[in-house]
C-alpha cells in the first residue's frame, strides 16, 4: 500500500468512532446491529498510521460508563465489538492498554489482561482501548488517591496515567463534542470533525485530517 507523505504527524492521536447506530438505522437494521460494522474500521485505520510510521500512540473510545444505560441488546452488542477489536490488535503485537472502571460487570472479563502494558510487546505503536470508561471515574480516582508523597502531581494519579497527551482528536459522525474523551490528555488536542458515519471509515478520512494538522499552530498555550 502507498502512503501519502505529511512534513509533520500528531504523535498521539485519539479517536472517537461515532454514528454506528446512526448507520445501522439508515441501512434497515437493527440500532445494535451497527457495531460489529465498527470493528473493521479500527483495524484499517491502525494499519494506515502503521504505515505512515511517525504516530506512536492511538486511542480509540470504546464506550463509555453512560453508555451502558442503552437497552441491553446495544450494550451487549458494543461490549462484544470491543472485545473483537482488542483481540484482533492483540494479534499484531502491538502494546495495547485497556481503560476502564473493570468493578462492574459491564467490563469485559476478556479484556481484564489488557488492563496493564505488556512490557514485552515490541509493536511501533501503543493502542489504548476506552471501555467502560467516565471521565469523573477517571478524575476521582485521583481526588481518592492518598499518597505519602503530597507533591505527586495530579495526572500521574488518575485512572488513565498510563495514557499520554493527545495531539490530535478526529471525531466520525458529525457532531462537534468531546463526549468526556480523556478530559486531562485532551486539553491541548486539535480536533478535526469527520462527517461520514464511523461504520462508512475511507481512508481519505483520516488522511484529510492529517493534511489539515499540517497548518495548525502548536504551542501549548505558549
Known sequence: MDFPSFKRLPEHIGIIPDGNRRWAQRNGLGKQDGYKHGVGPGLQLYNICDGLRGIREITFYGFTQDNTKRPAPQTDAFRQACVEAVLRLAQKDVDILVVGNTKTPLFPTELLPFTKRDKSATGRIKVNFLINYGW?????????????????????????????????????GSRRRLSGFLPIQTIYSDFYVVDKLWPEFRPEHIYNAFAWYQDQDITLGG
Do not use: C, M, P
Not at 480516582?141 to 485512572?159: N, P, V
Open 136 to 172: 469523573n471515574w477517571d478524575l476521582k480516582q485521583a481526588l481518592d488517591y492518598h499518597s505519602a508523597d503530597k507533591g505527586e502531581r495530579f495526572t500521574k494519579r488518575i485512572a488513565s496515567s498510563g495514557i499520554s497527551r493527545i495531539d490530535l482528536v478526529i471525531r466520525w
